[in-house]
């Protein structure tokens, strides 16, 4: 199984930014805790600080089984991250290290809303491992 891990702006700076909201850890050290937890699934990581990019990683991700995206600060305000995630043909969760719904006003903004199968966050790397355990159900659950 072959699922695809997507990270938004700024997150390649994870242990040096509000650690309180976003955790101690890097994101490599994330990636990794990732991948021992799940050592029977193939995972790739894309990180990137533009939105195009993003967007461009988007339209070549259905050859995976399944995706999981933080776009980080996208998440509040880009419709052409949106819109290109509606492309997706595989099953996707969008998942945040702090909780979006408890922060600033901007932040209760998820422009995945309704698309997403559903979303993980406030529980930093526990927010992901729910959605990893997550989109392996969904992805299993499509193969029956
Ligand atoms: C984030 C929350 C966003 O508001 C913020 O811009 C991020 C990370 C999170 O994982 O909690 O960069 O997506």
């Not at 193939?42 to 399944?66: A, P, R, T």
């Amino acid at each position: 199984m072959k699922i695809l891990i997507i990270h938004g702006p700024n997150m390649n700076k994870l242990g040096k930014r509000d650690q309180d909201q976003y955790g101690t850890f890097s994101q490599e050290a994330l990636f990794e805790m990732i991948t021992k937890k799940y050592p029977d699934i193939k995972f790739s990581f894309f990180q990137s600080n533009y939105e195009g990019e993003l967007i461009d990683v988007i339209h070549d991700s259905n050859k995976f089984d399944g995706v999981i995206i933080n776009p980080a600060a996208f998440t509040h305000y880009s419709y052409a991250l949106r819109d290109a995630m509606e492309t997706l043909e595989v099953p996707f969760c969008d998942v945040h290290l702090s909780d979006i719904s408890r922060r600033e006003d901007f932040r209760k903004i998820n422009v995945l809303d309704g698309l997403s199968l559903k979303s993980f966050m406030g529980k930093k790397q526990n927010s992901y491992f729910e959605a990893v355990s997550y989109i392996i159900q969904k992805i299993k659950s499509y193969l029956v």
